[in-house]
């Protein structure tokens, strides 16, 4: 088998062990927390601000910050 063709399976073999080898429950334990701490690296080297970011944050402190205010008379 030529090696042009082995690497798209071992590339394919490596993301779904990444995904799903904790899930396998005839794996070894030392191989599925592998899987776990592989998943942990390739989400660690995302970079931050490329995380999804709750919008609605700013907005809970911004009404927190109005309820606490006292309300003008009128």
Do not use: C, H
Not at 36 to 54: E, H, I, M, T
């Amino acid at each position: 088998m030529p090696k042009k063709n082995l690497i798209p399976l071992l590339l394919l073999f490596a993301v779904l062990f990444t995904l799903y080898g904790d899930s396998l429950t005839f794996l070894p334990k030392p191989i599925r927390d592998t899987s776990v701490a592989s998943r942990k690296f390739f989400v660690g080297l995302w970079p931050n601000w490329l995380r999804p970011r709750d919008f609605n944050e700013q907005r809970e402190r911004d009404i927190e910050k109005l309820q606490k205010t006292p309300n003008p008379s009128r």
